[in-house]
């Protein structure tokens, strides 16, 4: 199941620490900022880093990208991989600095 959450969800889901939170931006993306503690697993080497972190299909696992588009796509195919708590945030990291979140540089 794909929930996709505000920018005020998603910040209340990843503080509860119980979840992967993975940032599908590219590299140069994600060394200008990013959301406190999130891991990068660009969209373009997915399959290959995904894996390598060995999530079980039944944990939480919230995606973001600059966005939404990127990891609502995603989020899309950890569903069809049988991944049943996938978190997506719908606008993106634009709509989280809207809200006035801290990002990490």
């Known amino acids: 199941m794909i ?6 969800e998603y910040k209340e889901l ?3 620490k119980n979840v992967w ?5 590219e590299g140069y993306e ?3 900022e990013r959301i406190e503690g999130a891991r990068l697993v660009p969209s373009t080497k997915f399959e290959d880093i995904f894996e390598e972190l060995k999530i079980k299909k039944s ?10 588009a990127r990891s609502a796509f995603i989020a899309q195919k950890l569903s069809d991989k ?7 945030l719908e606008l993106g990291l634009i709509d989280w600095k809207k809200n006035g979140f801290n990002v990490e540089k």
């Open 59 to 68: 944990e939480k696992i919230a995606v973001y990208c600059r966005s939404g």
């Open 82 to 88: 049988g991944y049943e708590n996938i978190f997506n």
């Open 30 to 32: 994600f060394n200008e």
């Open 14 to 16: 990843i503080e509860s």
């Open 3 to 8: 929930k996709h959450l505000s920018a005020e």
């Open 21 to 25: 939170n993975l940032d599908i931006r």
